[in-house]
């Protein structure tokens, strides 16, 4: 599935079931609270950090799907086409890393 599809299935969805947008500021938070929930599980389940009871059966993927849904709400509500904009920075990346990270020591 391309960017722009994902972008316009969670555009359906918000007129269909969610009214409206939440306005950016409101997605900004909800963003960093669903960022949060990924954060808390990777530090728990891959870092050093011990889980909880309560965490060990939450879903990484569904956290993760769940930054994914805001930011393309924020990207659909602000008329970022995001293909476009990852597709670029991609091609930024490409150009800027070929050889950058093949050197270096750190990661060998």
Do not use: P
């Not at 722009?4 to 409206?20: N, T």
């Not at 949060?36 to 389940?45: C, L, N, Q």
């Amino acid at each position: 599935m391309k960017i722009q599809d994902a972008q316009k299935i969670v555009d359906d969805w918000i007129k269909e079931h969610g009214v409206r947008y939440f306005n950016e500021l409101t997605n900004m938070a909800q963003l960093t609270e669903e960022v949060g929930e990924v954060a808390r599980i990777i530090a728990r389940r891959y870092g050093e950090q011990s889980e909880k009871v309560s965490d060990k059966d939450k879903d990484l993927g569904e956290e993760l799907a769940d930054v994914v849904f805001v930011v393309l709400c924020l990207a659909n509500q602000t008329g970022i086409d995001l293909q476009a904009a990852f597709d670029k920075k991609m091609d930024k990346k490409t150009k800027r890393d070929h050889d950058r990270h093949h050197s270096n020591e750190k990661l060998k």
